[in-house]
């Protein structure tokens, strides 16, 4: 196993009378999104803290590439440190200053660069994050997703290795939720940066986090993937990840994964072991390219809009759906074989074409009339299983069939 | 047997009410004596650790910003407040002296009373009330919505950033705000004394001449020196450390802290005053 880039050893952290964690114990891997889940109030932030060292710990070591903080050298400290970001909750943008003297100040501050070249990479940034508009703007006069986009391009002017986000998708409704997030995702990939993120947005962490790492009672009680997290028996899954997990619904209206499975385990138990079923895969190929043609809100619209329709399609005839990736979605059809369901599926195409995407071409050019249209391709793939298979090796073969079905097309293209 | 236990364990609690009810006061003034000690100290840490950084090469563009805020956009009200407080003085003055056929003395009064007292005095009390409650206040803000925190994270030194440029500013614009208020106030003297009140001109000139020296001038600029350390002191530490307040937090806690900034400013101004000119003195 790598050395994890930053370690927490029995950490413990005492505000006064009252203990917040007790004996945390976890590790952050380089080039990962590890998100640390739990309630609200439950220390998420304050561990969040402790590793850019606002807060240092009452007793246990952290660990920087296996060395220990607290035995570094002041220089060796700060230069571990200066590789580290961290976007607050609150954005924390200075409201006396521009967006790009937001942006520039740690370049201005902490470097010998020259005006012209602190110029160029604050506009790179800039440019990178969509605020060329909002350059000369004061934080106040943006929007809450321009903000968080502002303050993510502060975090990033330095190239950093590691971005911490305090809780990023606070205040925000669910599709700039999602778009924050699959922002988050994108930037992650294309700096290559390690990140750090604290949310209670069950499971929507889940479609860009490599791992998940839970908070309850005081310390870390699990550590893994989001799939590991699925089979995890513990209380932190009865108490936390169902009070929180309602939440999904408020983007897509599907079920939740594990919803997903427990209906797909009723439904289908009772039924023969010859009876078949369908299983649907849908995937909105090349979200790049609908991002920077639309932005990101408009891109979670795309994803809100197209869960509505496979919920009003499927539905109705017995069929039940989850979100599994940030732009895939699995059918489960109960009742239906293939040919039916290749129907179902053309006639769905259809009405997505139709009203679906014309409400989000629209909308969109009604907010920004510069909006460019793109066109963007919609694969699913369909394999047949039987009851008494696992959901995860149909939904496996219905990928590995997956081909273009429709050719979403901008309505209001000239 | 019974009966005197319990009256012995009454006549213990009564014992220990009484103690308490007497000492009650002693222990709220030990407390708040031992709050203020810590405070000083700290504060004194703190204008220390500040000035430290003063030198820092990145300092220059922010501290000539903060002269400008805490200095030049305070001018104006200085030299109104000097102008009249130099009419009334040489009204009420003139009033006095011409019952003693002293009135020469005028210019004498006028001018010693500003540059010994009023000016460094009101000066220090005006910035306090204009530039000292912002400083607060700025401050205060950037600490409750984190600023400060981003700033950490960014490896940018608060310190440095916001309270050397404040301090130091304060040091280079008291005393010349106390000059002007100076400079001011005895023309304000000047124009109830003669054009008002038709006192010779010369005489009004000469008096101050004759009697103004160069260690009544040195003794106004210390003091300006003193009160500008102090009022920048309290009010960058009032704002940084707002977040530490028991008594609120929030928006709630910045406006006390601004409160408490100028009201602590205004009777450390005028403690100084006396122990500085008590000093000077010996």
Redesign the interface.
């Known amino acids: 196993m790598n050395i994890p880039l930053i370690e927490f050893k029995n950490i413990t952290k005492r505000f006064g009378e009252q203990t917040v964690l007790d004996q945390v114990n976890l590790q952050i891997y380089e080039g990962e999104v590890t998100t640390i889940i739990g309630l609200s109030g439950s220390g998420k932030s304050v561990l969040l803290k402790h590793i ?3 807060l240092k710990p009452d007793e246990g070591t952290i660990l920087f590439r296996g060395e220990p903080i607290n035995d570094m050298k002041k220089t060796e400290l ?1 230069e571990a ?2 590789k ?3 976007m ?1 909750q ?1 954005n ?4 006396s200053m521009t967006v790009y003297e937001n942006i520039a ?2 370049l ?3 470097t010998a660069m020259k005006k012209n070249e602190i110029h160029d990479r604050v506009m790179a940034r800039i440019e990178q994050t969509e605020l060329t508009e909002a350059a000369q703007k004061y934080p106040s006069e943006l929007s809450g997703g321009m903000q968080k986009r502002a303050a993510l391009a ?1 975090a990033l002017i ?1 190239d950093p290795q590691v971005v911490l986000f305090d809780e990023p998708t606070t205040g925000q409704d669910p599709v700039r939720k999602n778009a924050i997030l699959s922002m988050i995702a994108q930037y992650q990939k294309k700096f290559n940066f390690t990140a750090v993120m604290v949310s209670h947005e069950i499971p929507d962490v889940y479609f860009i986090s490599n791992r998940i790492l839970a908070l309850y009672d005081k310390s870390i009680v699990f550590q893994g993937t989001p799939e590991e997290l699925s089979n995890f028996d513990h209380p932190f899954n009865d108490e936390v990840i169902r009070s929180l997990e309602g939440l999904q619904k408020e983007l897509t209206g599907l079920y939740s994964r594990r919803q997903f499975k427990v209906l797909h385990r009723s439904q289908l138990q009772s039924r023969k072991s010859d009876e078949g079923y369908c299983v649907v895969v849908f995937d909105l190929s090349d979200m790049n390219s609908i991002v920077s043609a639309i932005g990101y809100d408009r891109a979670q619209e795309t994803i809100h809009s197209m869960g509505k329709y496979i919920d009003k399609h499927f539905d109705a005839i017995g069929g039940f759906s989850t979100r599994r990736k940030i732009n895939e979605f699995v059918t489960v059809l109960p009742f239906s074989d293939i040919a039916e369901t290749e129907s179902i599926v053309k006639d769905f195409m259809e009405d997505f074409q139709k009203s679906g995407m014309s409400e989000i071409w629209s909308e969109a050019q009604k907010n920004d009339p510069q909006t460019r249209c793109v066109d963007f391709s919609v694969k699913a793939g369909m394999a047949e299983g039987t009851p008494v298979a696992e959901i995860d090796s149909i939904v496996k073969l219905a990928k590995a069939h997956r081909k273009e079905i429709g050719r979403l097309q901008c309505a209001v293209k000239e | 047997m019974i009966a005197l236990d319990d009256y012995k364990q009454n006549r213990t609690g009564d014992t220990q009410r009484f103690r308490g009810t007497v000492s009650k006061p002693f222990a709220l003034i030990g407390r708040n004596v031992i709050r203020w000690i810590n405070s000083i100290g700290a504060a004194t840490i703190f204008l220390v650790l500040a000035l430290l950084k003063t030198f820092h090469p ?1 300092q220059f563009q922010k501290v000539i910003q903060q002269i400008y805020y805490i200095g030049a956009r305070s001018t104006t009200i200085i030299m109104l407040v000097s102008l009249f407080t130099g009419m009334v003085l040489g009204l009420q003055s003139y009033h006095a002296l011409v019952q003693f056929g002293a009135e020469g003395s005028l210019g004498t009064l006028v001018s010693l009373s500003l540059i010994r007292e009023l000016g460094p005095v009101l000066t220090a009390i005006m910035i306090t009330a204009r530039a000292g409650s912002a400083i607060t206040a700025e401050i205060g ?2 600490r409750i ?3 400060i ?2 700033l ?5 030194d608060p310190f440095r ?1 916001l309270v050397t440029p404040r301090i130091t500013a304060s040091i280079v614009s008291f005393p010349l705000l106390t000059t002007v208020f100076d400079l001011i106030g005895i023309i304000g003297g000047y124009v109830s004394a003669v054009a008002l009140m038709g006192l010779n001109a010369g005489v009004y000139s000469h008096s101050i001449r004759s009697y103004v020296d160069m260690e009544d001038l040195t003794n106004g600029f210390v003091k300006s020196l003193v009160f500008a350390v102090i009022v920048a002191t309290v009010c960058c530490y009032q704002g940084y450390f707002v977040h530490m307040r028991e008594d609120s937090k929030g928006a709630k806690a910045v406006g006390l802290a601004t409160t408490s900034a100028v009201v602590i400013s205004c009777v450390l101004i005028l403690v100084a005053d006396y122990v500085v000119t008590s000093l000077l003195m010996v």
């Open positions: 850019i060292g606002l700060a440190m200066s580290i970001s961290y607050f609150s924390a943008l200075f409201g100040l740690p201005l501050e902490n502060r330095t | 990145k803000v950037q919505s984190e600023q925190d981003a950490e994270t960014m490896r940018i950033y």
